[in-house]
């Protein structure tokens, strides 16, 4: 009769430290997944944001004149050559409407701002929204506009 008492207490010892381990594992597979899932979707903005910024900076886009046009812009690009942006494309980007540039982007669930400042911080062209989420990406581009250096920002949030 005694044995059995043991035996009876060594399995609920036995129980509760097997629920324990169980609870730990899930918690701590449940924060590792949350963590990655955070990590995949921050990359991704990262890329986009790279892949825009490029866009910008490198190519005229397309067609080539679509500043004097803008109805008919496939393709966002900024550059008059790699890296020097012409004050036309600009302004014309600027006086877009913010969905048509979304779209344009191909980042609906994202919102952006795109900034051209001076070397000294001035803000000489700005677009897009004011940032509102938790969690953006900031990129900074040097380029050249009017043949002075300048900084070409984008930052995107979700």
Do not use: C
Not at 63 to 83: C, F, H, K, Y
């Amino acid at each position: 009769m005694r044995k059995a008492q043991l035996a009876s207490v060594d399995l609920f010892i036995a129980i509760t430290v097997f629920l324990i381990l169980i609870t730990a594992t899930i918690y701590t597979w449940n924060l590792y997944n949350i963590r990655f899932n955070e990590n995949l979707e921050y990359e991704k903005m990262e890329l986009v944001a790279f892949q825009i910024t490029d866009l910008l900076v490198k190519n005229p886009g397309h067609p080539t004149g679509w500043e004097e046009n803008s109805l008919n812009v496939g393709v966002i690009g900024l550059a008059q050559d790699d890296r020097i942006l012409s004050q036309d494309k600009i302004t014309a980007f600027v006086n877009f409407d913010y969905n048509t540039t979304k779209e344009k982007f191909k980042i609906m669930s994202y919102d952006y701002k795109f900034r051209v400042k001076d070397l000294s911080d001035n803000v000489l062209q700005e677009s897009g929204l004011d940032f509102t989420g938790d969690t953006s990406i900031v990129l900074e581009r040097y380029v050249l506009l009017n043949n002075e250096k300048a900084i070409m920002e984008f930052t995107l949030w979700e």
